[in-house]
Every structure is written in C-alpha cells, then in structure tokens.
C-alpha cells in the first residue's frame, strides 16, 4: 500500500517515526510525501503539553476529514497521544483504524499488513520498556545533510510536571557499539551534521556501564569525523567537567549546550522535583565558560508553575540578566493530568502566566541583540539549508539547533548548493538572526 507519514513533536519521536518507514519500505510498502496520494496515513503524535496535544488531535481530525471523503483509505495513529488517550481517541474520532504505542513502533508492518476490509479496530500497546532492536531499519527523513542519533530512551528524572516517563518507560541506553556502527551508516551517505538526542543525554550509559559514557560516545564520534556533532536535551547535573573537556578537546564537537533549567527559584525548582539548585546552575555555567570561551548555552524555562510567586519570578528574571545567557527558550506551563504537579495548590492563572512569559522574552531580547553584536566583524562556518532569491540564502552557524534557534542570512550573486559550508563574515547582527557575505 502508499503510505504517508506525518510526525510530530520532537526529534526524538522523528527518530520512531524513521523506524516506522523504514520497516514499511523494508515490507514492500510504497512511500509517498503526499497523504492526497496515500492509502494509509499514519499521525505520529505528541502529548506533551497542551499545545502539542491540541496539534496533534488537529491533524488526525484533518486527515479523518480525508478519510470521510474517500481520499485516503485508513487512518493509524501512533507516539505519545496514542499511548495516553488511546480510549478517548478512539470514542471521539471513529474514523482512526489502528493505535500503536510507543512500546509498538517497531510492530508497525503488522498492524498494517491487518488493516484489510471488515476487521475490528488494531489496538497495539506493548511494554514501553522495551529492549532495543537494532537490527531495525531505519528511514531517514531529514535533509541529506543532517541526522538525529538517538542514543537512549525514556526517563528517570520525574520531573512533576512531566508525563514522559509514563509514556515512554525507564531510561535505557543503546549499545555503544551499535551507535558507532550507525553514526559510520550516517557519515557514509553524507551527513555532515549529526546531531545526538535523548531524553536526557548525559545519563547515557549509565544503565549498561555503571556510569555515564557520553564522554566516551562523544570521543569516539568526534572521530568519525563529522563536519559538525551537536547534542541536545543534557540537564544539568549531568553535565561534567569529562563531557566539557571532550568538547573543548574536538572542533566539530559544537561547543553548544543545551540545557533545560526550568527555573532559578529554589523554592520552585524542588517543587519540579529537579536535581539542581540557582547556586548550582550557575555553577555549572562559569565552570562551561571556563573552559570553552566561546561556547554557547542555551536554556528553557517555565513561567507559571503552581506556587510561582512574583518573588519566584523575579529571581528567575535576575538569573536571566545575570547568567546572559545565549540562547532562551520559555512556555507557560502546562497541566497535564496524571502529574505530581497538576495535585499541587495555588496554580496560577492563565493571565499571569502570559504576562510573566512576555516580560521573560523581552528580557532575553534584548540579552540576544547584545550578544549577537558580539558576532560583527567575526567570520563564521555556515551551512546553507535555503535559499530565498537569486542573492539571499539562509543557513545555520555552530551556534544554532536546527528548527529552534536563530539563522544566519547570507547575500551572495554565487550559486550555493543547499547543505554546503561556507565561511561567512557577519555584518549585521538583528535581535536574533545574523547577515553577512561571503568571506573573501
């Protein structure tokens, strides 16, 4: 059958999603980028916050629309939505044919290959605590230059305001060696930005070894020689001196780290049942800067967690001004039932909740303009990933996560191939973005 796949949320879930294709291609079935041409469309979901929540029920709605007037024959859901709402889904939209957990990703072809005429609804929840098959394949759906490599699964951090955990399992760490043999699949079919992901990557290895081995995996990567390897998703506590110095060590390890904080109230972040302190994060940024100058870090934060005093508030707006950090990321936060959280008192109300947000990105702005005025004058490696006219193209520095953070513009009369580097120097620097030309 043609089959169509759309995945939302984050990278991790595209890595599930990849899995799904690549197992449907491996079964014979025929893959499509248009669900207008599709037998089968699957949603891959995300269920995290309510905004995600709502996206997703948005498009599987859509495509039951498609399904009702004969232009698409069967509608799967899969991902997180699925393995949290799957009765409700199924009551309020009738026309889904098939549910598949996050346990279940890998026993894609079967559901499919049971979506004849006159059966009964395919509902497939297996153990989220999987053990990994490597022996999967996988289909890789981002542009050529660029790939994910998911190194762990699930979660043991029970953040309160956090579901993942329950839809996604204990954390478990993928072989070491598997990973090096797929990292070497990636570089061999061009992929010069690899990109390494988890729920919490600086646990890696700590399940299989007895300690936590992203250093080492980051050793081993760096020589496989990628142009660039980013990681994403390290808390803080996890991140060591090991892991900074193996970072300082390799120029196309990005000295980029992301590091979801939350907050900066101490009173709060106990609350979130998070493992560090505002003394400790702070720490752990000037023990970063002091050993990669120039390294970028980049954080997210939640306004509005149940008890955010305005003093709560305040001190995560002083941390801000004074940590000047590179990259912020903020939401309000979201209740999510079946959290510690959503049992806590005081929740705040949605108008403070915005204003709080507001006031925190205009904070952050104006951090962002001055410490992009830093990059004037400075020539930077930039890999092109769009072009707008015969002149303007747009592409990403070091400095910047793919679909999360800036972009750098680059005016030039020659004719860039989308995923090339080149050097550019910076001429303009706006509150977020950089432009430049290309270096002579």
């Not at 699957?42 to 709502?54: H, L, M, R, S």
């Not at 801000?320 to 005081?346: I, W």
């Not at 930039?382 to 592409?395: P, T």
Request: net charge negative.
């Amino acid at each position: 059958m043609k089959i169509a796949l759309e995945s939302l949320g984050c990278s991790k879930n595209l890595v599930d999603a990849e899995i799904m294709l690549g197992m449907l291609n491996k079964d014979g079935h025929q893959l499509v980028g248009d669900c207008q041409d599709a037998d089968v469309v699957i949603v891959n979901t995300c269920g995290f916050i309510e905004d995600a929540k709502q996206e997703s029920i948005d498009s599987i709605v859509r495509y039951a629309e498609l399904k009702n007037e004969g232009i698409i024959k069967y509608l799967l859901v899969s991902g997180c939505l699925a393995q949290r709402y799957t009765e409700e889904l199924l009551e309020s939209i009738p026309e889904i044919d098939a549910i598949v957990g996050t346990g279940s990703y890998d026993k894609i072809t079967e559901v499919v290959d049971n979506l004849p005429e006159d059966k009964e609804k395919v509902i497939r929840m297996d153990d989220i605590n999987f053990s990994f098959d490597e022996t999967l394949p996988r289909y890789v759906s981002t542009p050529p230059y660029l790939a994910y490599l998911k190194i762990g699964e699930g979660c043991d951090n029970n953040c309160t305001y956090c579901i993942i955990p329950k839809l996604r399992g204990k954390y478990r760490s993928r072989d070491i060696e598997e990973l090096i043999k797929e990292a070497k699949t990636l570089k061999e079919n061009g992929v010069k930005e690899l990109v390494v992901i988890a729920q919490d990557t600086t646990v890696y290895g700590r399940d299989l070894y007895g300690k936590p081995a992203l250093a080492e995996l980051l050793e081993r990567l760096a020589k496989l020689e990628f142009d660039w390897i980013r990681v994403l998703y390290s808390y803080p506590e996890g991140i060591s001196e090991e892991i900074v110095d193996v970072v300082a060590k390799y120029d196309n390890i990005c000295s980029y780290f992301d590091i979801p904080m939350q907050h900066a109230s101490n009173r709060i972040l106990k609350l979130m049942n998070r493992k560090t302190s505002r003394e400790e994060l702070k720490s752990k940024v000037e023990m970063i800067r002091s050993k990669i100058s120039d390294a970028v870090i980049r954080t997210t934060f939640i306004v509005g967690f149940p008890g955010e005093t305005d003093e709560d508030f305040e001190e995560l707006m002083e941390f801000v001004e004074e940590m000047q950090l590179d990259r912020m990321g903020a939401f309000k936060y979201s209740r999510e039932e079946g959290t510690p959280a959503d049992l806590l008192p005081n929740h705040v109300d949605e108008d403070t909740k915005k204003e709080r947000l507001e006031r925190l990105m205009m904070l952050q702005q104006g951090i962002s303009e001055e410490r992009n005025q830093e990059n004037l004058g400075k020539t930077l490696k930039v890999l092109i990933e769009d072009r707008v006219d015969e002149i303007l193209f747009i592409g990403r520095s070091q400095k910047d996560a793919e679909d999360i953070d800036s972009v750098v513009y680059v005016e030039t009369s020659e004719d860039l191939q989308i995923g090339e580097m080149v050097d550019v120097t910076v001429e303009i620097a706006y509150e977020y973005d950089l432009k430049g030309k290309l270096a002579q």
